[in-house]
């Protein structure tokens, strides 16, 4: 199994940016598709953003869309996602993951390595 840390959480205004980043060891980098996932005080954790295994594909819920983009380097065994015009409601613990299944999937089950997660706090 692959080893995930997170890194990049922090506290920014409404309106602002924040690239999160995930090292990955332990593991065939390529070999996984990557996710971002969050979770909410008092909420169930949700699905943030899928990259595929070679980059090319991506996929996102419609509350991020337009706004979040996740991209990875193989090279460097990094996955990143970048969040900008940023809104209080962003505001969660935001884990990395990955996933070996061959078909496309959201759900957190489908995941089978994790990072601890880091915390990002938007204020209004």
């Known amino acids: 199994q692959v080893q995930l840390v997170e890194s990049g959480g922090g506290l920014v205004q409404a309106g602002g940016s924040l690239r999160l980043s995930c090292a990955a060891s332990?593991?065939?980098?390529?070999?996984?598709?990557m996710g971002w996932f969050r979770q909410a005080p008092g909420k169930e954790r949700e699905f943030v953003a899928r990259?595929?295994?070679?980059?090319?594909?991506?996929y996102y819920p419609d509350s991020v869309k337009g706004r979040f983009t996740i991209s990875r380097d193989n090279a460097k065994n990094t996955v990143y996602l970048q969040m900008n015009r940023l809104k209080p409601e962003d505001t969660a613990v935001y884990y990395c993951?990955?996933?070996?299944?061959?078909?496309?999937?959201?759900?957190?089950?489908?995941?089978?390595?994790w990072g601890q997660g880091t915390q990002v706090t938007v204020s209004s």
């Open positions: 990259v595929s295994r070679s980059g090319t594909r991506t």
């Open positions: 332990g593991g065939t980098f390529s070999s996984y598709a």
């Open positions: 993951a990955a996933s070996r299944l061959l078909t496309i999937s959201y759900a957190e089950a489908d995941f089978g390595s």
